[in-house]
T-cell receptor
Framework: SAVISQKPSRDICQRGTSLTIQCQVDSQVTMMFWYRQQPGQSLTLIATANQGSEATYESGFVIDKFPISRPNLTFSTLTVSNMSPEDSSIYLC??????????????FGPGTRLLVL | QKEVEQNSGPLSVPEGAIASLNCTYSDRGSQSFFWYRQYSGKSPELIMFIYSNGDKEDGRFTAQLNKASQYVSLLIRDSQPSDSATYLCAVIQGNTGKLIFGQGTTLQVKP
């Protein structure tokens, strides 16, 4: 499976500011995904990021709030803009990669733990 | 109806017992099913995937799929305290290809 890193691993931010989260993969992948996991909740897909095209956002998430870049096949960023305490969450990057020679499956990065005061 | 449903638990089992985790899904077109384990403060880790009806075994883990009943389960044999975690069931939607997660079941294995 792919090795995925995220920066920062955690941050505490003031409301109204923005934070950019980086996701780096050790191999080229077509599909990259950004998820949010709010405290005590499961994972919710924010958007799918494909290299060379605009990100596709899920219902309830908009580009102005969560702009995404995908400049190449190993890297993506997610920005959380104009933050409020409700944005406090874990943000997870994932990629599709073959699972031991079988179908593509998703593997997750270590996550970014964000607290907005 | 939620697309992927799990009992949130906690499910408590003694060390050495079999832990049985269950998941139902609503989309009959779903073809791919996954179990992730998430330790507190960590990200989800893939432990099993299953595509065909029946059982699939990997070490102490067995995934079971029944597409007619829209039911997926994960059995953990000889449960260990280190198995204590939240187990997330995930299903790829048939029409969108998106990975949809259940709420997760918290497993506690008591020494």
């Amino acid at each position: 499976s792919a090795v995925i890193s995220q920066k920062p691993s955690r941050d505490i931010c003031q409301r109204g500011t923005s934070l950019t989260i980086q996701c780096q993969v050790d191999s080229q992948v077509t599909m990259m995904f950004w998820y949010r996991q709010q405290p005590g909740q499961s994972l919710t897909l924010i958007a799918t990021a494909n290299q060379g095209s605009e990100a596709t956002y899920e219902s309830g998430f908009v580009i102005d709030k969560f702009p995404i870049s995908r400049p190449n096949l190993t890297f993506s960023t997610l920005t959380v803009s104009n933050m409020s305490p409700e944005d406090s969450s874990i943000y997870l990057c994932s990629v599709e990669s073959p699972a031991r020679g079988s179908q593509e499956t998703q593997y997750f990065g270590p996550g970014t733990r964000l607290l907005v005061l | 109806q939620k697309e992927v449903e799990q009992n949130s638990g906690p499910l408590s089992v003694p060390e050495g017992a079999i832990a049985s985790l269950n998941c139902t899904y609503s989309d009959r077109g779903s073809q791919s099913f996954f179990w992730y384990r998430q330790y507190s403060g960590k990200s989800p880790e893939l432990i099993m995937f299953i595509y065909s009806n029946g059982d699939k075994e990997d070490g102490r883990f067995t995934a079971q799929l029944n597409k007619a009943s829209q039911y997926v389960s994960l059995l953990i044999r000889d449960s260990q305290p280190s198995d204590s975690a939240t187990y997330l069931c995930a299903v790829i939607q048939g029409n969108t290809g998106k990975l949809i997660f259940g709420q997760g079941t918290t497993l506690q294995v008591k020494p």
